[in-house]
């Protein structure tokens, strides 16, 4: 079991956001306006409007365990559901890097280093292995416009993001704030199929997307992670 630091909630945030009509087209809103518009259309049973851009993080512990946050029960948005360790918004005029900079920084207390595409991982890893205590190691996986079904103010709410999705791997302490997370678990893959087998409706939307749409991905990371750590 790990656990998160600490970081202050800001009320109100300037997100990116995209119009559906014109996904070039970045657009500046508040989160708390995106989540209430979106949710007004779906009240009027039409169809959302504009995608949020996120950064989500798939951590990984050294054993090759998945780290997995429990979302916290205060959470307006998919509150007490099982989610990706790290996520954020990337907010006006800033990058999905220095998003994930900055919420590895606040999440783990610890830099992220960012394998380009351009580094062999596996060469990459072998090289700050001794280090992923104190720092941990980010890839890239994909970026797509996708609807996620979202648990919002009591009901199932189709949402979308244009998310950045990641693979990394750390092998630090990590603490807990309550008002973001229950806990965090280390959770092996086949613990995780099994788990959402059972009780699917305790995962989010989000996270079972990833996990299913980059299987073969998260599979050879961890492989490429546990034979270099051998």
Not at 109 to 124: G, H, I, M, T, W
Not at 132 to 144: D, H, P
Not at 178 to 195: F, N, Q, R, T, Y
Request: proline residues 3%; negative net charge; glycine residues 4%.
């Amino acid at each position: 079991m790990v656990s998160r630091v600490v970081y202050q909630y800001m009320s109100s945030q300037v997100i990116n956001t995209y119009s559906l009509a014109d996904l070039d087209q970045v657009v500046p809103m508040d989160r708390e306006q995106f989540y209430e518009s979106q949710f007004e259309l779906f009240q009027k049973s039409m169809k959302p409007s504009y995608a949020a851009e996120v950064v989500d993080l798939l951590l990984f512990d050294l054993d090759g365990r998945m780290i997995v946050q429990q979302r916290s029960m205060q959470k307006v948005e998919n509150p007490g559901l099982y989610d990706t360790a790290i996520g954020t918004y990337v907010h006006m005029r800033k990058s999905p890097g220095f998003g994930l900079m900055t919420a590895t920084l606040r999440e783990l207390n610890a830099p992220a280093f960012l394998c380009s595409k351009q580094d062999d991982f596996s060469e990459v890893l072998h090289v700050v292995l001794n280090n992923l205590r104190t720092t941990a190691l980010v890839q890239f996986l994909g970026k797509r416009t996708h609807t996620f079904k979202k648990l919002y103010k009591g009901h199932v709410v189709p949402m979308v993001n244009t998310y950045n999705v990641y693979l990394g791997v750390f092998g630090g302490s990590i603490d807990v704030n309550p008002s973001e997370a229950c806990g965090l678990s280390c959770m092996s893959l086949k613990e995780i199929d099994v788990h959402i087998s059972e009780h699917e409706d305790m995962w989010t939307s989000d996270f079972i997307f990833y996990y299913r749409e980059y299987r073969k991905d998260i599979e050879k990371f961890v492989s490429t992670l546990l034979s270099t750590k051998n």
